[in-house]
């Protein structure tokens, strides 16, 4: 460690951030799940039941849990997943990082990491525990929403609902969306170019913050 302070991002969840014990009921005519006591909120734009967690986000870090509502925010909006500003942009598209070892190539892979700003990718390429052992940086001109990450649900013999194990993202546009509790948003980088962080950073450019290690963490 550098003895910087540690950056939290915006998108991770907090101790007492835990996920709400909600009854999860089938909807009629096999039209999917649902909460008993729903609520408008509970859906996104496109009809995907979401998970209830609090917004508490000042607790210790859960480093390798993402809070739902605050990670479909950054993905939406594109957002800078640490400090929920603009995420960067040029003529070669958004920025994003991901782990090197993650994908063999990077055009046409779906993440559920949010962009970044390019003052907080130098800082997430410094101290981010899932870029660890290594990391690429893109330049993404079509990151198109695909689908969700959460759990998915069939109905049991007594036609209650019952959790699958995790598994792959589901589009959007596929029969199974209805059935699923969705965690994170998803999108399909398209028109990836893999790009050098550190040269990108060395571009000359009006505006760029250089934002101390706590900036990251909101509360």
């Not at 009809?47 to 209830?52: I, N």
């Not at 598209?93 to 559920?112: D, I, K, N, P, Q």
């Not at 792959?168 to 399909?188: E, F, G, I, K, M």
């Not at 060395?202 to 963490?217: K, N, Q, V, W, Y």
Request: charged share 20%; proline share 11%; with cysteine.
């Amino acid at each position: 460690m550098s003895g910087k302070p540690v950056a939290v991002p915006f998108i991770t969840a907090r101790a007492g951030e835990e996920p709400s014990r909600v009854h999860i009921v089938a909807l009629p005519a096999g039209r999917g799940i649902g909460y008993q006591d729903e609520r408008p909120e509970d859906r996104d734009a496109r009809g995907v039941l979401w998970g209830r967690v609090p917004q508490l986000p000042v607790g210790s870090p859960r480093w390798k849990d993402v809070h739902p509502q605050r990670q479909r925010i950054c993905m939406e909006r594109l957002l800078c997943q640490v400090c929920t500003g603009p995420a960067d942009r040029n003529h070669q598209g958004w920025l994003f990082l991901r782990g090197s070892l993650e994908y063999a190539v990077s055009e046409g892979v779906l993440t559920a990491q949010p962009p970044l700003c390019l003052a907080h990718a130098l800082l997430s390429a410094e101290q981010c525990r899932y870029l660890a052992n290594g990391f690429q940086a893109m330049r993404v001109q079509h990151p198109l929403l695909f689908g969700v990450l959460g759990t998915s649900y069939i109905l049991d013999r007594f036609a209650e609902p019952l959790p699958l194990p995790p598994g792959d993202p589901v589009p959007y546009t596929h029969p199974r969306a209805p059935w699923v509790l969705a965690s994170q948003l998803v999108r399909c980088l398209l028109g990836v170019t893999d790009v050098d962080l550190e040269q990108e950073s060395s571009r000359p450019r009006a505006g760029l913050r250089h934002p101390t290690a706590i900036e990251g963490a909101l509360s």
